[in-house]
C-alpha cells in the first residue's frame, strides 16, 4: 500500500488524536501498522509505539535529509501492512516560506505517500470545504487519499460539512465527520501531551479507536491506499569491518525518555553494547566504557532521582576517572549541581531551575569548536532544541559547539565540556552525521584500552 500520510491544515487541528485512533482501529482490524512522525516530536512516537507494539521513527527532511529519511523508513517499515506517516504542523509548514523544504509535503513526495486532510470543522461549515480545497490544489504532485472534518458539533453541523464537500467534486473524497468530544484529548503538561508512560494516556487509545472506526470510513481509506507506493530505495550504509565491541550505558525510564532509535542503532552499528538502566532506581552499571544520558522529564521526578544517591555517587566517581559521557537536555540536567534547589550529580557547576514558559525551541545546526567525545573540531551534525528549563553555567566552563537555526543565523555558543563529559541542551539526531556514534564509540575504546 502507499504510505498514509495524516496532514493538517496547522497544529491543534486533531492530527494526534486521529492517528492514535487510526491506528488502534487498524489494529484491530488484524494489520501490522508501522507508525511514523514527521519532525523532531519524542512525545507522539512514544504514544504510536504504545498503540502498535513498533518502534515509531521520526522522519526530519532538515535534520537528517533524503537518504537518511528513506532509510528510517524502510527500517520501521518492514514487515508491515501499512505505513502511517503523522505530519507535523501544518502541511506546507517546513524550513521555509518560499518552499514545502523540511515539511510535511516534502515528506509526503519523498514517500509516494497519500495524505489524509482532517481540518478542524469548527465554527465553520462550507468554508471548512473551502480549506480542503485550498490545501488539495496548493502545490502540485501531491496525492490525497480523503479529508476528514473534526470537531464537528452535531448531526447538522455534519449535514452541512457533507453538503459543501459534496458541492466541489474536484475534492478528495470525505471520509468522516468526527464529533466534538474533549474527554478524548490526551492530558497535557509542559512540552506537550503526556508520555506514553502515563496511565491516563493509555486510558484514552481504546476510545480514540472507537471514534475513528464509529466515524472514519476505513474500507473506502484502505481501498484508497492500494497500489504499488512509489517509494525510491535509499542507498544503503555500504558494510565495514565488525567493529570491536564496547559497553556504552543508556538511561532509559520515564525520566529518560526522549532519543532517537537510530542513535541507538548507529552506536550498536559502530560496536556499542548497550546496556539499559533506569537513574531513577538503579546504580550505575558496573563496568561501562561510555554514558549516554538522553533528554526527558527529570523535573517530575526529581525527588526521586535525588534520593538515588548511589547513583548519584557512582556519576561522580566514573566521571573523576575520565569516563566519557554524552548528556543532553534531561541527561544535561542530571549531571548539573542542583535542579530548583535539589542538590543532583554536580558534574557541571550549575544552578538549573524550571521556567513557567518555554525558555527556547528550534533546529539547531551544530558546529563543533573544540575536540569533544562525540567528533573534532570542526564536526556537524543538526538537531533541535526544547526546554523549560535555563542554566546558570559559570564562564569558566568551556563550550564547544557554535549552534545556528535552520536559517543558518547564529544562535550561540552552548555544548559545555567537563573533562570527557559533553553535555547540552540540543538533542543531535545521529543521522544527520552517521560520524558522531562511531566518533564516541572510538572515544569509549580509547578510554577503556587506557585504563
Known amino acids: 500500500m502507499h504510505p498514509l500520510i495524516v496532514a493538517a491544515p496547522a497544529s491543534g ?19 501490522t501498522v508501522a507508525p511514523f512522525k514527521v519532525g523532531p516530536d519524542f512525545i507522539d512516537p512514544g504514544h504510536h509505539a504504545a498503540v502498535c507494539g513498533r518502534i515509531s521513527r521520526n522522519l526530519d527532511g532538515w535534520m537528517c535529509g533524503r537518504e537518511a529519511a528513506l532509510r528510517s523508513f524502510a527500517a520501521g517499515s518492514a514487515g508491515a501492512d501499512l505505513a502511517v506517516v503523522e505530519g507535523v504542523m501544518g502541511l506546507f509548514d517546513g524550513a521555509a516560506g518560499g518552499s514545502d523544504a523540511g515539511s510535511t509535503a516534502e515528506m509526503a513526495r519523498w514517500l509516494g505517500g497519500r495524505i489524509l486532510l482532517v481540518v478542524d470543522a469548527r465554527a465553520q461549515a462550507r468554508s471548512a470545504a473551502a480549506v480542503a480545497h485550498g490545501f488539495a490544489s496548493f502545490s502540485a504532485g501531491l496525492d490525497f487519499a480523503g479529508v476528514v472534518y473534526n470537531r464537528v458539533g452535531s448531526a447538522a453541523h455534519a449535514r452541512l460539512l457533507r453538503e459543501a464537500h459534496a458541492s466541489r467534486p474536484e475534492l478528495p473524497p470525505l ?7 474533549p474527554g478524548l484529548a490526551l492530558p497535557e503538561r509542559h512540552l506537550g501531551l503526556v508520555t506514553a508512560d502515563d496511565a491516563a494516556a493509555g486510558a484514552t487509545y481504546g476510545q480514540l479507536a472507537d471514534w475513528v472506526a464509529a466515524h472514519v470510513d476505513l474500507d473506502r481509506l484502505l481501498a484508497g491506499l492500494s497500489g504499488p507506493p512509489p517509494v525510491p ?37 559502530a560496536g556499542a553494547e548497550l546496556v539499559f538502566f533506569s537513574p531513577l532506581t538503579d546504580a550505575l552499571p558496573e563496568a561501562l566504557a561510555g554514558l549516554y544520558l538522553p533528554g526527558g522529564y527529570p523535573e517530575l521526578h526529581l525527588a526521586q532521582l535525588a534520593a538515588n544517591t548511589g547513583l548519584l555517587a557512582g556519576l561522580r ?37 524550571m521556567l513557567p514558559r518555554r525558555r527556547a525551541l528550534g533546529y539547531r545546526e551544530v558546529t563543533m569548536t573544540a575536540d569533544t567525545p562525540l567528533g573534532p573540531a570542526g564536526t556537524m551534525a543538526r538537531g533541535h532544541e526544547f ?20 536559517d543558518g543565523a547564529a544562535c550561540g555558543e552552548e555544548g559545555y565540556l567537563c573533562g570527557n563529559v559533553l553535555g547540552s541542551y540540543v538533542h543531535l539526531h545521529f543521522a544527520s552525521n552517521p560520524e558522531l556514534a562511531e566518533n564516541f564509540a572510538a572515544t569509549c575504546r580509547r578510554w577503556r584500552d587506557s585504563e
Open 13 to 31: 487541528s486533531g492530527k494526534s488524536s486521529l492517528v492514535l485512533g487510526l491506528l488502534g482501529a487498524l489494529r484491530r482490524r488484524g494489520l
Open 175 to 181: 471520509l468522516g465527520c468526527l464529533p466534538r468530544d
Open 233 to 269: 530505495a535509499a542507498a544503503a550504509p555500504v558494510p565495514g569491518k565488525a567493529p570491536q565491541p564496547v559497553r556504552i550505558g543508556v538511561a532509559r525510564d520515564a525520566a529518560f525518555c526522549f532519543c532517537y532509535p537510530e542513535n541507538l542503532e548507529l552506536l550498536e552499528r
Open 317 to 353: 566517581r566514573q566521571v573523576a576517572a575520565g569516563l566519557p559521557v554524552y548528556a543532553e537536555c534531561g541527561g544535561l540536567l542530571l549531571l548539573a549541581a542542583s535542579l530548583d534547589g535539589t542538590p543532583l550529580a554536580g558534574i557541571f557547576p550549575a544552578a538549573a531551575r
Open 387 to 406: 526546554h523549560y528549563s535555563e542554566l546558570e553555567m559559570p564562564a569558566t566552563v568551556p563550550r564547544a559547539y557554535r549552534l545556528a537555526g535552520r
